[in-house]
């Protein structure tokens, strides 16, 4: 491990920090610290001995703040594998893994949970008509939409092309299909600007209130059926 030869802190307040962490005596000043090493008290320690052990202190620091550097590399490598790369919003994996807990959740507390199902009609028109960064931009507009009006508590995930879902915890079936609604018309309500174009969107969607008795992947196919019946109706 390289030690950092810059530091912040001075090396006695540094000294005096992790003394009085390993539950050592500190006086109100450094000549006032009575310490002891195995019995010894440090005064009576070789300069050589002395030294080694700031160089222990040192060390400890450095390897403190890799630790925590390494904690803040892994904190950012979870959320990457978490979010999808275009949107940012939930990826399939990560979704699937919230709902079992939320499923998981309803077992034990008979808490009520919904999930609402979206599809984005006619997205391959507009990639055909404008290109795929056009699709994009409509499924980035849409996770946009969607996570801006819900709660922090709810979840929305894409999960795959242009598919999208949203857990609303403590929702319902009525509660879970009037806020469908309201997320609908607001994902709607404004076209996408497309370079000199404006392009609508559109979506259908279902919704399945979390049954504790159904995995995962049982709720989502339900939701996306009830998706597909409004799809099919409107022609």
Do not use: C
Not at 64 to 77: C, G, H, N, T, Y
Not at 106 to 135: E, I, W
Not at 156 to 162: F, N, Q
Request: net charge negative; glycine share 6%.
């Amino acid at each position: 491990m390289k030690i950092s030869s810059a530091r912040a802190e001075p090396f006695a307040s540094m000294r005096r920090r992790n003394l009085a962490e390993a539950g050592a005596k500190v006086g109100a000043s450094p000549a006032m610290d009575q310490v002891e090493f195995m019995g010894v008290s440090e005064v009576e320690l070789t300069p050589a001995v002395r030294q080694a052990l700031a160089t222990l202190v040192i060390e400890l620091n450095d390897l403190r703040a890799e630790i925590q550097r390494l904690k803040a590399r892994l904190q950012e490598a979870e959320t990457a594998a978490d979010e999808d790369p275009l949107t940012s919003a939930k990826n399939r994996r990560a979704f699937i893994r919230e709902l079992k807990r939320i499923v998981a959740f309803a077992q034990r507390y008979d808490a009520p949970a919904s999930l609402v199902y979206f599809d984005l009609d006619d997205l391959k028109a507009v990639n055909d008509r404008f290109g795929h960064a056009a699709g994009d931009a409509v499924l980035k507009a849409v996770a946009s939409r969607l996570a801006s009006h819900v709660r922090e508590s709810d979840i929305v995930g894409r999960m795959g092309g242009d598919e999208f879902a949203v857990l609303l915890v403590q929702a319902d079936l009525p509660t879970a299909r009037a806020k469908a609604e309201m997320l609908a018309r607001l994902v709607e309500a404004e076209p996408v600007s497309v370079g000199d174009w404006l392009t609508p969107i559109r979506v259908s969607w279902g919704v399945r209130q979390i049954d504790p008795n159904l995995d995962a992947e049982a709720l989502i196919a339900d939701a996306d059926g009830a998706m597909f019946a409004m799809k099919r109706a409107r022609g």
